[in-house]
């Protein structure tokens, strides 16, 4: 069972281009979270989302963020116009359930550097 | 919203000792407590978790305490082992059926020394 599979490991944006990054959760998981983790400092909840819907993006920034969880294909957290402030690993985390036995658990993380 | 601390924020042990790291947390209704430990340019690992019904929990070298009415809870960690060497993150949530959101610490650089 393989395991939350983020996509790109490492990307590279200059300012003001878009940035896509995909997380696949682990199969049989329906639940996604997004957290953000800046350099040397604790992870950030961004966006936790079920498929087709988001449920609590309370730690999305309200501009330029998006994210998505479609019926078919992977989680996308979408930021436009980048800076240099985005600049950070963001990784994805699922879970099969929505509470009880439910822990997170987490991908690689995409390492975002703005230019 | 929920707030977690935790403390220290880096903690050498010689090898074979024991580590304690310590978090505590703002919202009384959180009932969901995993510790994660994050080695550099990784993942975030579930280690260990507790449920708000259990004061303690216990896994081979590795323990969690929890009490609610101080909210705190703690990791132990008994003879350490130089692989033991990571950033450690507390972290808390309430399960309520509208998903697991963590509130993470800011985390503990643990370093084994030989």
């Known amino acids: 069972n393989a395991g939350v599979m983020q996509n790109p490991r490492h990307l590279v944006r200059r300012r003001g281009q878009e940035a896509r990054l995909r997380c696949s959760p682990m199969?049989?998981?329906?639940?996604v979270y997004w957290y953000r983790q800046l350099p040397e400092e604790g992870l950030k909840f961004m966006v936790y989302?079920?498929?087709?819907?988001?449920?609590?993006e309370s730690g999305m920034p309200k501009e330029r963020f998006s994210a998505e969880f479609p019926k078919e294909g992977p989680s996308i957290l979408r930021i436009q116009q980048v800076v240099r402030g985005d600049s950070a690993a963001y990784f994805c985390?699922?879970?099969?359930?929505?509470?009880?036995?439910?822990?997170?658990?987490f991908g690689n993380g995409t390492r975002l550097t703005v230019t | 919203g929920e707030n977690v601390e935790q403390h220290p924020s880096t903690l050498s042990v010689q090898e074979g000792d024991s580590a304690v790291i310590k978090c505590t947390y703002s919202?009384?209704?959180?009932?969901?407590f995993p510790w994660y430990k994050q080695e550099l340019g990784k993942r975030p690992q579930l280690i260990i978790d507790?449920?708000?019904?259990?004061g303690e929990k216990k896994d081979q070298r590795i323990a969690v305490t929890l009490n609610k009415t101080a909210k705190h809870f703690s990791l132990h960690i008994t003879e350490t082992q130089p692989e033991d060497s990571a950033v450690y993150f507390c972290?808390?949530?309430?399960?309520?059926?509208?998903?697991?959101?963590?509130?993470f610490g800011t985390g503990t650089q643990l370093k084994v020394e030989l």
């Open positions: 985390a699922s879970s099969h359930g929505a509470g009880g036995n439910s822990p997170l658990h």
């Open positions: 199969k049989g998981h329906s639940h």
């Open positions: 989302l079920q498929k087709e819907n988001i449920i609590d």
């Open positions: 919202d009384s209704a959180s009932n969901y």
């Open positions: 507790i449920r708000s019904n259990v």
């Open positions: 972290a808390a949530s309430k399960w309520t059926g509208g998903g697991n959101k963590l509130t």
